[in-house]
């Protein structure tokens, strides 16, 4: 399944742009950013891009999670709807110390990943694949030049969402991922007295591997990090599960701030 293993930048073009002042500014090649956004016919002549553009920029860094560059006009609100995401959870895992203050330029670490269509995929049959919606994913892809929802092209890099609660965002593993035991799971988390809880099922509601908890590296407010090996209690009994990372209320027990994240057996 090709998910792109190395991070892309969300990068609005401005007056004076070209692509190869953008490659050379990020460390990508004009190739690699005129085949991860279609910037050929029939989208566009071949490498034109115009100012307000949205473009994936690929990299060399060996991580998947998003970045977004903030642009002129970009609030930290807005950024967030992109994404199903919300303000707190950005302001957290980025040190925002105001939300309603982000520079031009500065860097922030989105939930959202990269996808290489190929030849018979769908909008459809990606959104299944993963586990999100449509709508969320023509939301991360708006104003992207070779973007259509009823068009996709072979080798584009579509953004896709990860789910995320108001204060749990999980880096690994990606949804639509194939999960082993012994596998990791990794992320950030604003959580009473810093425990993740986690588990995970099978889709015919199987528990694979019991609920287990984890501790984050920073107590609340802030979003700490999270990292805990899972290992399978009993065999998958299908293809394909879910992943739950929680918290447990103090008061109550009850489960909150779930999300849920598919995966593959």
Do not use: C
């Not at 896709?160 to 609660?165: E, K």
């Not at 999270?226 to 009850?254: C, I, N």
């Amino acid at each position: 399944m090709p998910v792109i293993s190395t991070k892309g930048l969300i990068y609005t073009v401005k007056p004076g742009d070209t692509l190869f002042s953008i490659a050379s500014r990020f460390g990508s090649t004009v190739a690699a950013i005129e085949n991860a956004n279609h910037l050929y016919p029939p989208v566009t002549d071949r490498g034109f891009i115009y100012p307000d553009d949205v473009l994936v920029i690929p990299t060399s860094t060996s991580t998947p999670i998003l970045s977004h560059i903030v642009t002129n006009g970009d609030t930290l609100s807005a950024i967030a709807q992109t994404f199903d995401a919300h303000v707190d959870l950005l302001t957290g895992v980025n040190n925002v110390s105001n939300p309603n203050v982000i520079n031009v330029g500065q860097n922030l670490l989105v939930p959202a990943f990269t996808y290489r269509i190929v030849s018979g995929d769908s909008l459809y049959s990606i959104a299944r694949r993963f586990g999100v919606s449509m709508a969320d994913i023509e939301e991360a892809n708006a104003d992207r030049p070779g973007f259509q929802g009823d068009v996709i092209w072979p080798d584009y890099h579509l953004i896709i969402p990860i789910p995320t609660s108001r204060n749990i965002f999980v880096i690994r593993p990606l949804p639509g991922s194939t999960f082993n035991s012994g596998d990791k799971v990794e992320g950030y988390a604003r959580v009473f007295e810093a425990v993740v809880t986690y588990q995970l099922r099978d889709s015919n509601g199987v528990v694979v591997s019991n609920e287990r908890f984890t501790m984050t590296d920073q107590g609340g407010p802030a979003y700490g990090f999270f990292s805990s090996t899972v290992s399978f209690d009993r065999q998958p009994t299908s293809a394909s599960g879910e992943l739950w990372v929680y918290s447990r209320s103090a008061k109550d027990g009850s489960i909150q701030d779930l999300v849920k994240i598919k995966v593959n057996f």
